[in-house]
């Protein structure tokens, strides 16, 4: 009787981090096939892999000879192709379980996890290991330029990627180098509290092996009980001169670049240039070369590869100018991001910065209502469009008004036009030239900058 031939499946294979597992999968010449919604640029770059994808999510797509379906904590119990697996007893797995399956066969592994973050930093070790020509493989949430892609396959023993803590995801993997760069509240219909956050850091801290290394912002809360009966290398990073990782000689340009001086326990280490603004960019820069140095990586190496980070896709991303007025777009869906961004542009020459955020998911809205609040201080004008329900239901105890009501009650000039149509005229009415529009937001806000570009 022959062995059945492996064919994996994946549930919503045109997710950026689920495609980028079925190309692995395919490299090691695995058959995969699987379903998305529709079609976009992922799905049309896995069928040139000869990837058989079906578009809408039906029982029929569930074949016998599959021998492992992949899903996502996006996809519900009630997916009719989830049913069928279990219905047809095949074995099924989540994402992150393979994911750390999966790196289990890189020694030199790389897990970047935090509130926020991982994809800037994921992305600048990247460019530290291909700088170094070490042949990694990486799988990043966001398209990467110098690869054109959000993943590669590497045949050596690197691997670097991110990792989401939302449904407790991360404690899947068991990383030889561990990255933390934040613990803050966030995914709250999940965590319900910070200190369950703080646990479930914690419990990723103690999956590192002991002669790994745990890397970590020493500006965390209470650092000491996150790092509390950690068995392996622990090195913190930030701006303090304490740290085992910092940066001295800090310099803004005023084309919103950043220049420092990188120490590693009081010995300089590199110069480093950097094409995108903002302090926390700097950390994030020190985390990526902490990770790095731990696989002997050289200074030159790390200096070379985070010259060459210009940025990842909605990340701070410059989408160009019109009439003067230059568009930029982020990521930012949380306040400490948005904070932080809207910091970094006070170091891009403007004169006005007009914010036009798009909240991402009605209970992120609500369970950080009264920090969004405060998280526009460095914005001039803030338009608020309507929530990104992304993966939820309709919640009508929320709204993008209450928020932009919210905003205003700190003094700042905001309000709510929720259209994105209606959005980009009210922004060709009164932007003046010398303006910096930012686009913020994890669900379709770019469309309005990009849209406001081409007329």
Not at 114 to 141: F, Q, R, Y
Not at 166 to 187: A, C, M, R, T, W
Not at 293 to 316: E, M, N, V
Request: net charge negative.
């Amino acid at each position: 009787m022959t062995q059945k031939q492996e064919h994996i499946y994946f549930i919503g294979i045109g997710g950026i981090s689920m495609s980028g597992l079925a190309e692995i999968l395919v490299d090691r010449g695995l058959r995969v096939s699987g379903t998305d919604v529709k079609q976009s640029p992922v799905t049309q770059r896995l069928q040139k892999h000869s990837i058989h994808i079906n578009f809408g999510h039906r029982a029929e797509n569930i074949t016998d000879d599959i021998t492992l379906v992949v899903y996502t904590a996006a996809i519900h119990d009630d997916n009719p192709e989830l049913q069928a697996a279990k219905q047809k007893k095949i074995p099924i797995t989540d994402r992150a379980h393979l994911l750390g399956k999966i790196m289990q066969n890189y020694p030199n592994s790389i897990a970047v996890a935090g509130t926020h973050g991982k994809t800037t930093t994921t992305s600048m070790a990247s460019e530290i290991l291909l700088a170094a020509n070490t042949d990694p493989t990486i799988t990043v949430g966001g398209i990467l330029p110098t690869i054109q892609s959000n993943l590669k396959i590497g045949h050596s023993p690197y691997f670097v990627a991110e990792a989401c803590e939302y449904f407790d995801s991360f404690l899947q993997f068991s990383p030889k180098v561990g990255v933390i760069l934040n613990v803050e509240s966030d995914h709250l219909d999940y965590f319900k509290t910070l200190e369950n956050i703080r646990r479930s850091f914690h419990a990723f801290a103690q999956r590192i092996p002991d002669d790994g290394l745990l890397v970590i912002h020493d500006s965390i809360q209470e650092l000491s009980t996150l790092t509390e009966n950690i068995t392996c290398h622990i090195e913190t990073f930030g701006l303090q001169e304490n740290s085992n990782w910092c940066a001295k000689n800090i310099v803004h340009t005023p084309d919103g670049k950043n220049s420092f001086d990188a120490y590693h326990n009081g010995e300089f280490f590199a110069q480093i240039q950097l094409h995108i603004p903002g302090e926390h960019n700097i950390t994030n820069a020190l985390a990526a070369i902490a990770a790095c140095a731990f696989f002997g990586i050289s200074p030159q190496d790390c200096k070379q590869g985070l010259w060459h980070y210009t940025g990842t896709d909605r990340r701070f991303q410059i989408k160009g100018k019109q009439n003067g007025i230059t568009v930029i777009d982020d990521y930012a869906h949380h306040p400490t991001e948005i904070k932080a961004a809207l910091a970094a542009a006070q170091n891009v020459a403007h004169q006005k910065i007009w914010c036009v955020f798009q909240p991402h998911t009605y209970s992120r809205t609500k369970f950080l209502f009264d920090e969004f609040g405060t998280a526009f201080a460095d914005a001039d004008e803030i338009i608020v469009a309507d929530i990104f329900a992304a993966r939820e239901a309709f919640d009508d105890t929320i709204s993008a008004a209450q928020l932009a009501a919210r905003i205003a009650e700190t003094g700042k000039s905001a309000r709510y036009v929720g259209d994105f149509a209606a959005i980009e005229s009210y922004l060709r009415a009164h932007c003046q030239s010398g303006d910096l529009v930012m686009t913020i937001g994890a669900g379709d806000v770019y469309q309005v900058g990009e849209s406001f570009l081409k007329s």
